[in-house]
T-cell receptor
Framework: KQEVTQIPAALSVPEGENLVLNCSFT??????LQWFRQDPGKGLTSLLL?????REQTSGRLNASLDKSSGRSTLYIAASQPGDSATYLC?????????????FGQGTILTVHP | DARVTQTPRHKVTEMGQEVTMRCQPI?????VFWYRQTMMQGLELLAY????????DSGMPKDRFSAEMPDATLATLKIQPSEPRDSAVYFC???????????FGEGSRLTVL
């Protein structure tokens, strides 16, 4: 059974710092990995989607990498801002017909203080 | 701006009552999912549909939960009778098979007293 772990569970940094969020998964047979952001009381916003054949994806100040063989992904946030404060979740999708059966990590709660 | 729309956003009800949550997926998406989020369990998949056909509802307590897609613009999740342990935020998500990316609604926060 696929298990997804995110470290750290919580992170507090001063504005301007570069930071890394980690996601690990136990079964390397994945179709893709998706990073989400969730603000309090809100839904999940898709940040980056990495297909299993890709190594990384970038969007603005965000960069996500994927090392399928070692079962790891990292989300790099450059020059963090208070508006980046949220919970960040990673989720993996299995291959084949199990589309949508994403397995989520428990998330990393990020606080960026001015 | 295309988005997944869920109603109601908040629902407080008493144990034993029927609860229906509705979801309008993004136009053109052919897959729809229901997830439940709690502090203890995180996000759990309850059911999902492809082209309106239910593909998997193994995550759903079938004695009290039911999920349907009467048409391509509406998905429903019904709980009857509701119990306090059903209190959670229920999310609907939609996507396209070819991209594999999911888009979530803002959720329906359910409190069962």
């Amino acid at each position: 059974k696929q298990e997804v772990t995110q470290i750290p569970a919580a992170l507090s940094v001063p504005e301007g710092e570069n930071l890394v969020l980690n996601c690990s998964f136990t079964d390397s047979a994945i179709y893709n990995l998706q990073w989400f952001r969730q603000d309090p009381g809100k839904g999940l916003t898709s940040l980056l989607l990495i297909q299993s054949s890709q190594r990384e994806q970038t969007s603005g100040r965000l960069n996500a990498s994927l090392d399928k063989s070692s079962g790891r992904s990292t989300l790099y946030i450059a020059a963090s801002q208070p508006g980046d404060s949220a919970t960040y979740l990673c989720a993996v999708r299995p291959p084949g017909t199990s589309y949508g059966k994403l397995t989520f990590g428990q998330g990393t709660i990020l606080t960026v203080h001015p | 701006d295309a988005r997944v729309t869920q109603t109601p956003r908040h629902k407080v009800t008493e144990m034993g009552q029927e609860v229906t949550m509705r979801c309008q997926p993004i136009l053109g998406h052919n897959t729809v999912f229901w997830y439940r989020q709690t502090m203890m369990q995180g996000l759990e998949l309850l059911a999902y549909f492809r082209n309106r056909a239910p593909l998997d509802d193994s995550g759903m307590p079938k004695d009290r939960f039911s999920a349907e897609m009467p048409d391509a613009t509406l998905a429903t999740l019904k709980i009857q009778p509701s119990e306090p342990r059903d209190s959670a935020v229920y999310f609907c998500a939609s996507g396209q098979l070819n991209t594999g990316e999911l888009f979530f609604g803002e959720g329906s926060r359910l409190t069962v007293l």
